[in-house]
């Protein structure tokens, strides 16, 4: 059973950051995720990267937001910049069983650690 779980949410004021992190296992083999659920809100992929390290972001998270992950660690992160109230949400770490990344895989969850952001 694949266990992914998630820390390093918590409260934050507008402008601030965050560094989430995810400690799993076959990291350097399988693609990574970050998906995002807000109240009332379909979720959304936020981050992926693939075995290669390439990595792709949503269009809202662009440049504030970087990926990246330490496969020694077995350890995924999102480092959030410049953080928006509307970031608020819940996130999780996903795992898809394939070495690169696209949508719709099959994947494994975290618990998911929620980040809210003030105004």
């Known amino acids: 059973q694949v266990q992914l779980v998630e820390s390093g949410g918590g409260s934050v004021q507008a402008g601030g950051s965050l560094r989430l992190s995810c400690v799993g296992s076959?990291?350097?083999?399988?693609?990574m995720k970050w998906f995002r659920q807000a109240p009332g809100k379909e979720r959304e992929e936020v981050a992926d990267i693939d075995t290669f390290g390439r990595t792709t972001y949503a269009d809202s998270v662009k440049g504030r937001f970087t990926i990246s992950k330490d496969s020694d660690k077995n350890t995924l992160y999102l480092q959030m910049n410049s953080l928006k109230p509307e970031d608020t949400a819940t996130y999780y770490c996903?795992?898809?069983?394939?070495?690169?990344?696209?949508?719709?895989?099959?994947?494994?969850w975290g618990q998911g650690t929620q980040v809210t952001v003030s105004s």
């Open positions: 076959g990291f350097s083999i399988y693609c």
């Open positions: 996903a795992r898809a069983p394939n070495s690169m990344c696209w949508n719709g895989q099959r994947l494994d």
